[in-house]
């Protein structure tokens, strides 16, 4: 190279040569393997699918622009609270290659580069499930008005206990199926004895939610599935039923959903049982135009566990959202901070280490709600906005998952100390 050559390198940067060498096979397939596809490939949430050259190409720019506005991979964490192992972030050198590749006309390249391509479970996000259960008879969901929370009973058949490390909920119609939860019945509960088994039912307000049920796993947009850390797992009893809690949201068009749980078995016994709890407040009223309306709900657990995840849940008036731990101590530490809350992306945040929670701790929630005329998403800033099952109502949880001893009892997590009473004294009367 002669001394102009070498000065046009040097002003230009050598960077600018190695952009126009990014390729789709090379560079940007496994940055999408990575981040992307498991949402962007067939039968999943994403719009589109990222599997293949011709099936990517046409959204190059599209892809720049949602990195540049960091609104794709969703993730709305506070980056200055917690670190979080399933944290949906690029990092620098993700984001320059899915950049420059849109830049520099987002070239395919040699498919001879190309990475093994991924291994996924058709239909499922956690593998392929031991056992699947669903609907034992198909919904029909109309084309319009209310469907109120629809519920069905499902006998899992268990002759012996099953410890389960990941369970995924999957909708049989993702457009008409706002979501769906999966709660576990064991036998001994009383909890809606008095429904049908195996028919659709529509429950008395009294009766409805985990009244007498476990969570097990969800669905909702945006939702990750259940899957466990190594040597953890949730406890299904012999004898017990899955109850699927099922939230149609009506769309223009009739449709017929058969949703389904998939559940995959611990292959060893576990050394701690996960349970899902939450801090949350039924008796808000949020006042007609508030921009700002701040909510809190808490929970105190009694028994010490260890902290794992949290799963912040309000509806399309969220705001914001802050989880709290208040050890016996007195000390106050700040879990998660979701500055912008977004109603269409319901994310978990696994924590990279588990937390110790001391018996005693009370883990709060604080959501932060805007019912004013400036959100777009508000169904009526005229109104004040209570509790309510409906999207167009709200609620305010800070679902958070905590593990035990395999062999502790959960219930020892709500049962408060009985106050101690007083001893006479040799001074006494």
Aim: some cysteine; proline content about 9%.
């Amino acid at each position: 190279m002669n001394r102009f050559g070498v000065l046009l390198l040097c002003a230009f940067g050598a960077s600018s040569l190695v952009a126009a060498d990014v390729t789709f096979y090379k560079d940007v397939l496994p940055v999408l393997q990575k981040n992307c596809q498991a949402c962007h490939r067939p039968g999943e949430a994403a719009p589109m699918t990222f599997m293949s050259y011709q099936d990517t190409r046409p959204w190059a720019k599209a892809i720049k622009q949602a990195v540049l506005s960091q609104k794709m991979p969703p993730w709305f964490a506070d980056p200055s609270v917690g670190k979080f192992h399933n944290a949906r972030i690029l990092t620098p050198a993700d984001k320059s290659v899915l950049i420059e590749w849109a830049n520099t006309g987002a070239a395919p390249g040699d498919s001879n580069q190309a990475p093994a391509p991924m291994t996924w479970a058709e239909g499922w996000s956690v593998g392929t499930p031991d056992v699947i259960y669903q609907l034992p008879e198909a919904y029909s969901v109309p084309a319009s008005g209310t469907v109120e929370y629809t519920y069905f009973i499902v006998p899992t058949g268990f002759t012996e206990d099953k410890w389960v490390t990941a369970a995924e909920a999957r909708p049989g119609t993702r457009a008409q199926v706002h979501h769906i939860i999966a709660f576990v019945r064991e036998p001994g509960s009383k909890w809606m004895r008095e429904y049908p088994v195996g028919k659709a039912f529509v429950p008395k307000k009294s009766n409805g939610e985990s009244g007498g049920g476990a969570f097990l796993t969800g669905y909702a947009p945006g939702a990750m599935p259940e899957k466990l850390e190594p040597g953890q797992a949730k406890l299904i009893k012999a004898g017990s039923d899955i109850v699927f809690q099922m939230h149609y949201t009506a769309n223009g068009k009739p449709a017929s959903d058969v949703s389904r749980v998939g559940i995959v078995f611990a292959k060893e016994a576990p050394t701690q049982r996960v349970v899902t709890l939450a801090a949350q407040d039924r008796k808000f009223v949020i006042p007609a135009g508030a921009s700002n309306h701040r909510v809190d709900g808490a929970m105190t657990l009694h028994a010490d566990s260890d902290l794992m995840a949290l799963f912040p849940h309000m509806h399309v008036r969220g705001k914001a959202f802050e989880m709290r731990a208040v050890y016996p101590s007195g000390e106050s530490e700040v879990l998660l901070k979701v500055p912008a809350y977004d109603f269409n992306w319901q994310l978990s945040y696994r924590l990279e280490q588990p937390k110790k929670l001391p018996k005693g701790t009370r883990i709060e929630a604080t959501g932060w709600f805007d019912n004013s005329p400036n959100n777009k998403s508000n169904p009526d800033p005229t109104k004040e906005v209570r509790w309510g099952d409906q999207s167009w109502e709200e609620m305010m949880i800070g679902f958070f998952n905590v593990a035990i001893d395999a062999k502790a009892n959960p219930a020892d997590l709500f049962k408060a100390p009985k106050p101690v009473a007083p001893t006479a004294t040799s001074g006494g009367e």
